[in-house]
Structure formats: C-alpha cells, structure tokens
T-cell receptor, first 111, second 112 residues
Framework: SQQGEEDPQALSIQEGENATMNCSYKTSINNLQWYRQNSGRGLVHLILIRSNEREKHSGRLRVTLDTSKKSSSLLITASRAADTASYFCATDASGTYKYIFGTGTRLKVLA | DTEVTQTPKHLVMGMTNKKSLKCEQHMGHRAMYWYKQKAKKPPELMFVYSYEKLSINESVPSRFSPECPNSSLLNLHLHALQPEDSALYLC???????????FGDGTRLSIL
C-alpha cells in the first residue's frame, strides 16, 4: 500500500500542552499537506509544505519535512479543546491529482 | 460553513435503488474529487475530474458512476450498491493539483 502511516494513532493531552504527530510516507513527493477533520465533518486544510522546504509555520502550527527520511511532523502549540479532531497528512503521488492520506491521528484535548 | 456544498447530507437506500449525490463549488476550481471514507479511516480517492474531464478512476466498481456537467458541479450516480458501500462520501475541489483541496461536509450513505 502507498498509504502513509501516522503516529500516534490517538493522543490525549491537557489544554495548554503541545501536541506532536508524525507522518511517514513511501514515495517521492512534490508537497505534503496536513488536514484536520472534526467528527462528522469534512476535512479542513491546515498547511502545505513543498518538498524543497524544511519547516513552515502558521499560527500555532509548525510543520517540518524531512525528505531523506520521508517523514513529516505537525506540532500544535498551546492546545485548546477546540483542537480536538483527527489529523491527516496527505502526499501527492508522482505529481498527479492523486493524494494519499495517512492513517490519521485522533487528538483529544481535555479542558 | 464550507465552500463546497454536498447534498443530501444523509441518504438511506436499498440495494436496488438508484440515487445521486451532488456537489457544487463556486470558487472557480478546475479539479473536483470524490472520496469514500469509512469510520476511523482516512479518505480514499475514487475519482478526479480535471477541467471537466475524468482524470483518475481508482478502479471503482461500475455501480458508482461519476458525472461532471460543468466546472461547478460534480455528481455521483449510485446503482445496485452493496452494504459495504455504506460510508461517508466526500467531495473536494482544488485550483490545481498542487493547491489545497477544499472539502464539503459529505453525504453519509447507508445501504440497507
């Protein structure tokens, strides 16, 4: 399977703590994207990082990309209860419209 | 509110029924996607339309038939579905293949 793997599968933290989730993929990529999905809703795009970038920030989000290890991490700082959701990484396959989603991390932030 | 609108939100149908899922976007995006998502699993790509032409079909069974009437609309026609087809069906759009995808909230489909 070309599917990316994410770890941990589930993460439970207290409000105010940082949350880190990791994504590993198998093929060369042009870019990697992170999405959030609240229960019963569609996915919301968080951040896109291109293969020639190593780190990107957006508000409380920090994404890193290591193409030599085929891995990426998403850090959410100062988490809030509203950050409770599933988080997916997605990688493009051979520069096509096909994006492969990772297995996802279910984050629960306790108030 | 999402910028991609999917209807209906919920659909229950028998295995012999014919129904259609609809998706609409007015962002001028030229690529539109159908995904299938099972509970606690990631979305799985089914079809991609680029500039109103079918670009990718991920070996989806013929009981699912996509249609792109114009650049803003995407339909998924359903016929003779199986119970294992019960899932959340998500539509998405993007400006091009390297831009983020915008998702609708999906249609939750149950096959009796």
């Amino acid at each position: 399977s070309q599917q990316g793997e994410e770890d941990p599968q589930a993460l439970s933290i207290q409000e105010g703590e940082n949350a880190t989730m990791n994504c590993s993929y198998k093929t060369s990529i042009n870019n990697l994207q992170w999405y959030r999905q609240n229960s019963g809703r569609g996915l919301v795009h968080l951040i896109l990082i291109r293969s020639n970038e190593r780190e990107k920030h957006s508000g409380r989000l920090r994404v890193t990309l290591d193409t030599s290890k085929k891995s990426s991490s998403l850090l959410i700082t100062a988490s809030r209860a509203a950050d409770t959701a599933s988080y997916f990484c997605a990688t493009d396959a051979s520069g096509t419209y096909k994006y492969i989603f990772g297995t996802g991390t279910r984050l629960k932030v306790l108030a | 509110d999402t910028e991609v609108t999917q209807t209906p939100k919920h659909l229950v149908m028998g295995m012999t029924n014919k129904k259609s899922l609809k998706c609409e976007q007015h962002m001028g995006h030229r690529a539109m996607y159908w995904y299938k998502q099972k509970a606690k699993k990631p979305p799985e790509l089914m079809f991609v339309y680029s500039y109103e032409k079918l670009s990718i079909n991920e070996s989806v069974p013929s009981r699912f038939s996509p249609e792109c009437p114009n650049s803003s609309l995407l339909n998924l026609h359903l016929h003779a579905l199986q119970p294992e087809d019960s899932a959340l069906y998500l539509c998405a759009s993007s400006q091009d293949r390297v831009q983020p995808q915008h998702f609708g909230d999906g249609t939750r489909l149950s096959i009796l």
